[in-house]
T-cell receptor, first 114, second 110 residues
Framework: DTGVSQDPRHKITKRGQNVTFRCDPI?????LYWYRQTLGQGPEFLTY????????KSRLLSDRFSAERPKGSFSTLEIQRTEQGDSAMYLC????????????FGSGTRLTVV | QKEVEQDPGPLSVPEGAIVSLNCTYS??????FMWYRQYSRKGPELLMY????GNKEDGRFTAQVDKSSKYISLFIRDSQPSDSATYLC??????????FGSGTRLLVRP
């Protein structure tokens, strides 16, 4: 399978716990994006990487959120001290640099904070 | 006001109907426009993309962009129950980020 892979698919955690999600992009894609999607809404941009460099972060990305992409391959998104408002689908996408035809999304990680 | 506005629906049509889905946007700098389809609990899947104003056709799908009105449309001909999904419009900004609408839920009744 050469698509974008995300792990885990589902995560249930207690409020206040830390969680980490992983994204494996399509191998030849140097751009990697994280989006968040809540029920009934479209995906909202969180951050993106070009290779290993994190080039932009949304104001939605509070200090409790951190993302990394070591060596420009897979990426992790960590949420510290989770809150119920963090419950959402976290989507990862990848693309080659500066393409205008959109990106390829993974199936997402659904986070439920109880 | 959101940069991209999209009627959330739901839109319910009988099988075989022509479906029209629409979005409006406020940023006149947008040049690239996409439509994604998202099935329940799945990631969005790219359906079509267009550049600037004009039409683009791919099988049963036609995308239209009217930059003067800041309005884009997706038409689905001969709709099928398998077309039942949420349809997301998206626009690409100058840093190649996608800005999405909230999605329109479509139900095609057999």
């Amino acid at each position: 399978d050469t698509g974008v892979s995300q792990d885990p698919r589902h995560k249930i955690t207690k409020r206040g716990q830390n969680v980490t999600f992983r994204c494996d992009p399509i191998s030849e894609h140097n751009r990697l994006y994280w989006y968040r999607q809540t029920l009934g809404q479209g995906p909202e941009f969180l951050t993106y990487f070009q290779n290993e460099a994190q080039l932009e972060k949304s104001r939605l990305l509070s200090d409790r959120f951190s993302a990394e992409r070591p060596k420009g391959s897979f990426s992790t998104l960590e949420i510290q001290r989770t809150e119920q408002g963090d419950s959402a689908m976290y989507l990862c996408a990848s693309s080659v640099d500066r393409v205008h035809y959109g990106y390829t999304f993974g199936s997402g990680t659904r986070l439920t904070v109880v | 006001q959101k940069e991209v506005e999209q009627d959330p629906g739901p839109l319910s049509v009988p099988e075989g109907a022509i479906v029209s889905l629409n979005c409006t946007y406020s940023n006149s700098a947008f040049q690239y426009f996409m439509w994604y389809r998202q099935y329940s609990r799945k990631g969005p899947e790219l359906l079509m993309y267009t550049y600037s104003s004009g039409n683009k056709e791919d099988g049963r799908f036609t995308a239209q962009v009217d930059k003067s009105s800041k309005y884009i449309s997706l038409f689905i001909r001969d709709s099928q129950p398998s077309d039942s999904a949420t349809y997301l419009c998206a626009m690409m900004d100058s840093s190649y980020k996608l800005i999405f609408g909230s999605g329109t839920r479509l139900l095609v009744r057999p």
